[in-house]
Each structure stands twice: as structure tokens, then as C-alpha cells.
């Protein structure tokens, strides 16, 4: 047992990720909001909104946009918004 608890806190130290032999680098995405220094997401603003809607109609997630937690829920709650005042549609055609 000992070698197994000895192998997670390397694990652990190492950021929790596994050393592999993969040959591919992980980009980090930045957050578009922050890099302009947007305070608030305005649901005016349907141009922008579209980047965070898939074509069927559904809220895309942080892992596909690259938005920060913050402004992830500040761009669903303006899609909601501009959805209930028909500037964005629920679904597509």
C-alpha cells in the first residue's frame, strides 16, 4: 500500500495531472470579456451573444467558449434576457 498513497502525492504535487508521453500541449484560452476589461455583458449586444450560442439554440459552455466563470453566467443570464425579449430565438428553425 505503501508505494500507492507515495504515487498520489507525487500525483498531487505534480497539479494532479499524469506525466504521459503525449505529444500535443493543452492552449489555455482567454477569456474575450476580460481582454477587452468588459465589466458587464450587455444583452443588446446580439453581435457578440451569437459566439455563445450553438446553431441549435443552446448556451455553449466555458470549456467551448473559453469565458471565465464570471462572465460565463453574466452571458447566460444576457442570453436569457435577450431571449425573452425576442432579440435572440429560444431555438432555430
Avoid at 493543452?26 to 470579456?33: A, E, K, L, Q, T
Avoid at 481582454?35 to 446553431?55: F, G, N, P, T
Amino acid at each position: 500500500m505503501a508505494p500507492r498513497t507515495e504515487r498520489k502525492r507525487s500525483e498531487q504535487q505534480r497539479g494532479g495531472r499524469r506525466s504521459g508521453g503525449g505529444s500535443f500541449q493543452i492552449r489555455r484560452r482567454n477569456c474575450r470579456f476580460c481582454r477587452a476589461k468588459v465589466a458587464e455583458v450587455d444583452y443588446k449586444d446580439i453581435s457578440q451573444l451569437r459566439h455563445y450560442i450553438s446553431e441549435r439554440g443552446k448556451i455553449r459552455s466555458r470549456r467551448t467558449t473559453g469565458a471565465c466563470r464570471r462572465h460565463q453566467s453574466q452571458v447566460a443570464v444576457a442570453v436569457k434576457r435577450a431571449r425573452e425579449i425576442a432579440l435572440l430565438p429560444y431555438v432555430s428553425n
